[in-house]
């Protein structure tokens, strides 16, 4: 009887180990760009900030108080403390307001043009009124319907004659031309030369006030005349110095 002989027992081999395969350099460049990325817009934006905040505290820094309208003023008018406010402007090289230091200044002086409510306040819009160290009086008189050109006819600007007469406006009820306010009887009337400086709303009796400007030598007669109701006004021709 034949033995077998076993065969003998081959362990089996090891299955090859793959080679680990280490993790290629190359492939985090992308990702460190965009981390180096997103940095670099995180401190610019975090600079911008920065700047815009410094701005905005620099130019609140920058503000001063000047004078603005605090309710409208018609041309001719006189600036009252009423008239004026004193409000905080942000400086700016293409406007110059008047500071609120020369709010006393202001007071007293005419708006050179009509003034409205809110605007700034510019000396470009202001004259000084009548009085010491100008040139040209300032005088009010007042006339009633018939001793001047009504309907809106006189305006600022307009070229007038003070025409001085024998007896006060509307004597006797009459107007210029009739009984009342009589013309001189001999020669020609005395006259003034004015301009107008503003013109009044008509009253519930028909009379008005006309500021008028005249040279000094002439103001105290003409107001003289002005309060004795001795006046009327002729307008002159457009084409000699009026509108």
Known sequence: MESSTPASYMPPMPAERQPVLEPSRGARKPHSRRKWSVGVSLALVTLLGAMT????????????????????????QTITDQDVKSVSFAEDPGLSPIPSSRRASVVGQRAAVDLRQGSLLTQSQLRRGGGLGDDKQLVGVEVKKGFAPGNGSLAKGDEVLAVILDSPQGDDGGSASGSGGKMPQSGDP???????????????????????????????????????????????PLSGGGR
Do not use: C
């Open 53 to 76: 905040g410094a701005v905005v505290v620099a130019r609140a820094g920058d503000r001063v108080n000047v004078l603005a309208v605090a309710k409208d003023v018609q041309a001719g």
């Open 190 to 236: 005395e006259q003034i030369e004015a301009t107008v400086d503003s013109v009044g709303r008509v009253d519930a009796t028909g009379t008005f006030l006309v500021n008028l400007i005249v040279d000094p030598a002439e103001g105290p007669r003409l107001s003289a005349m002005a309060a004795a109701k001795r006046l009327t006004l002729v307008r002159q």
